[in-house]
Structure formats: structure tokens, C-alpha cells
């Protein structure tokens, strides 16, 4: 027992020393430019490095230092106000509900570009993308008109008692429109790898269409779906331009969280904005984080399918 604990001694000593050599030459090799062919990959990996902590490592560890400067005085009261967790809930509530049903509308338009074959598919091919150039406020301000109880859209709804504008109703659609291009965009690429093949395999082996749908094409889509939810849901959590036109921005009815920071900027309760500020992005990696685990063993489940 005792000549194999020694032996396990000097081999873990062993594999320190292989480490920290590897380290060693891993180091050596990048300050000398690598095995890299781009010219000046040294400066531009440490360039590139640089400028990311300057634009997010930085203001996020400004955002995570502000609201302690002044005590733990604010940040407490900020987590016994009332108001600020029911705006926190109309935020991430109405991100959820708008990304979730993004998900079969961006499958089903992800489908008509990649597998349909039907006229003026490059013009809906370039609308899609509108969203992403169009400025938050005038999108905002459109709903609003086409929604409100007298516009083109709003006035027939009304009349069959459905309210859109100035409710949590209108924050959704108002999410779905600006979230739709990151679940198309996502599912797209994915859709157009997967082989037409297999659908017909399946067909072949006698498959029902139920289960040529669910289980040959969106079982590889899965995660795909799932970024696209994530990368909509994010947009939606910190959405501020195209939702305030629309929501009324009641406060504990439809006060979201974005507009409720601006209020204390207003009010120059800096403290309490940067707390705020602090726990939504808590919240938001913390949801991030969920959806990229499940997102690894959804990915890791298909391939051991």
C-alpha cells in the first residue's frame, strides 16, 4: 500500500510537471505568434481582448460596483420595493410568453425559405430582417397606431371586446415582432443542413406524419429552437423603445423594468437605478445560464440518439 501510494505521489508530481510545461510552451508559443498564417495574430488576439473588457468586462463591472458605493442602504430598499419586482415580472414574463410563441412562427417561416418554393419568398426573405434595422421607437409608435382602440387594427378588435394597446397584450406582440428574426435566423441554417433524405426514409419505413415532424425534423431542431428562444427571451428582458408606445407603462400593471430604470434617472435616484439595473442583469445571466445548460444536454441527447 505504502509503495503504491508513492507510486501515485510521483505520478501526480508527473503530471504537474507535464502541465505546467505544456503551459509553459502554450505561452512561449503564443508570444511568438503561434502557428497562426494571419499576419500580426499576436496583436490582434490582444487588441480584440482589449477592446472587449473596455466595452462589456468594464461597464459591467461599473454596473456591478454602483450601487454599493452609497451602502447596502439602497440596494436593500430596492429589494423590498414593490413596485420594482412587479416590473421585474412584467418584464420577464412577457419575454417568456413572446419568445415561446415566436417559436412556431419562426419554424414555420425558417420553413417556406428553406423548403418552400413559393412566389415573392426573397421579399419575405428581406422583411424578416426588418426589425433588427428598423429604430425601436418607430416600430413602437406603429403598433401603437395600428393597435390603439381607434386604429386600423385596434377599432375591430374593440368591437369584439379584445384590447391591445396600453396592456400586457400589446408588450407581447410588441416583443414577438422585434424577437421573430433571431428564432428565424437560428433555425434557418439548421434546416437547410438537415437532409431531405431522411423524411423520406421515414416515409419509406411506414412513419406517420406526426412522427416525421416531431421526431426526424424537429427533433435535430431542438436546439436551435432553443437558442432562438434565448436569444429572443434576452431581447425581450431588455427591450425599452418599441414597448413603451404600446404598454401604457401603468405601474404593477404594465411597467416594465427597462422604463422603470429611466424613472429613477429622472428621479436622479442613481442608486437605486444602478440596483435595479443590477438585478435585472442578475436575473438575466442567471436564465441565460439555464438555457445554455439545457441547451448542451438537449444537443448531447440527440447526438446519443
Not at 505561452?27 to 473596455?54: D, I, K, N
Not at 425581450?236 to 422603470?260: D, M, T
Request: hydrophobic share 55%; glycine share 10%; with cysteine.
Amino acid at each position: 500500500m505504502r509503495a503504491f501510494n508513492g507510486a501515485a505521489g510521483q505520478y501526480h508530481a508527473f503530471c504537474i510537471l507535464v502541465v505546467d510545461g505544456s503551459m509553459k510552451r502554450a505561452f512561449t508559443q503564443f508570444w511568438r505568434g503561434g502557428y497562426s498564417a494571419l499576419p500580426g495574430y499576436r496583436f490582434s488576439l490582444l487588441f480584440t481582448v482589449f477592446w472587449t473588457g473596455f466595452f462589456i468586462i468594464l461597464p459591467l463591472c461599473a454596473l456591478i460596483i454602483r450601487p454599493w458605493q452609497d451602502g447596502v442602504g439602497p440596494v436593500v430598499a430596492e429589494l423590498h420595493d414593490a413596485r420594482m419586482f412587479a416590473a421585474l415580472w412584467t418584464s420577464f414574463s412577457t419575454a417568456a410568453v413572446a419568445a415561446f410563441l415566436n417559436i412556431p412562427l419562426g419554424l414555420f417561416l425558417a420553413w417556406m425559405l428553406v423548403r418552400g418554393d413559393l412566389p415573392g419568398r426573397h421579399i419575405a426573405n428581406a422583411l424578416i430582417d426588418i426589425p433588427l434595422a428598423l429604430p425601436t421607437a418607430v416600430s413602437g409608435i406603429t403598433l401603437a397606431t395600428l393597435y390603439s382602440p381607434q386604429g386600423w387594427l385596434g377599432y375591430p378588435l374593440s368591437k369584439l371586446g379584445i384590447s391591445v394597446a396600453y396592456t400586457r397584450s400589446g408588450i407581447v406582440l410588441a416583443l414577438m415582432f422585434v424577437g421573430l428574426p433571431f428564432m428565424v435566423r437560428t433555425v434557418e441554417p439548421v434546416l437547410k443542413n438537415l437532409p431531405q433524405e431522411l423524411e423520406e426514409a421515414a416515409k419509406l419505413l411506414g412513419a406517420r406524419p406526426r412522427q416525421i415532424i416531431t421526431r426526424v425534423i424537429i427533433a435535430p431542431l431542438r436546439p436551435a429552437l432553443l437558442t432562438g428562444f434565448g436569444l429572443a427571451f434576452a431581447r425581450g428582458v431588455g427591450e425599452y423603445g418599441s414597448v413603451i408606445f404600446i404598454a401604457g407603462n401603468q405601474p404593477f400593471k404594465s411597467e416594465i423594468a427597462p422604463l422603470l430604470i429611466v424613472v429613477r434617472l429622472q428621479e436622479f435616484d442613481y442608486p437605486g437605478a444602478t440596483a435595479i439595473a443590477l438585478i435585472l442583469l442578475l436575473a438575466s445571466l442567471s436564465v441565460l445560464v439555464c438555457l445554455g445548460v439545457l441547451r448542451r444536454r438537449i444537443s448531447a441527447w440527440s447526438v446519443g440518439a
